[in-house]
């Protein structure tokens, strides 16, 4: 196609490519947000005395668990919440993909 338009390298780039490998990118994202969350959690139960990951396990040997649960409900959360929102960018970034306009919720 941009042969055919006689397109330089960088409108072939701008005009072609990113917006074709644009929904794989922006899946990509969101699918490494959810393992980057998960990994962050993991490494702060073993090795960080602060954050969230910690505070599951200080709850749990404490006998806390509803404490814990709460904190378990709270990462939840901001799973659905960090998604909606890569959601809600990729939505108004690939406006003109039919993929974005679907339920990928």
């Not at 409108?11 to 994202?29: D, N, S, Y």
């Not at 910690?54 to 919440?81: D, H, N, T």
């Amino acid at each position: 196609v941009s042969r055919t338009l006689r397109l330089s390298r960088m409108q072939t780039l701008v005009k072609v490519i990113v917006p074709a490998a644009a929904p794989a990118i922006v899946t990509g994202c969101r699918l490494s947000m959810g393992l980057t969350l998960v990994m962050a959690i993991v490494a702060e139960m073993i090795a960080n005395p602060h954050g969230l990951g910690y505070a599951v396990i200080s709850e749990l040997q404490a006998m806390q668990p509803q404490r814990m649960f709460a904190y378990v409900i709270f990462i939840g959360l901001l799973s659905i919440a960090l998604n909606a929102g890569l959601l809600w960018v990729s939505r108004h970034i690939l406006r003109s993909h039919r993929w974005a306009h679907a339920d990928h919720a």
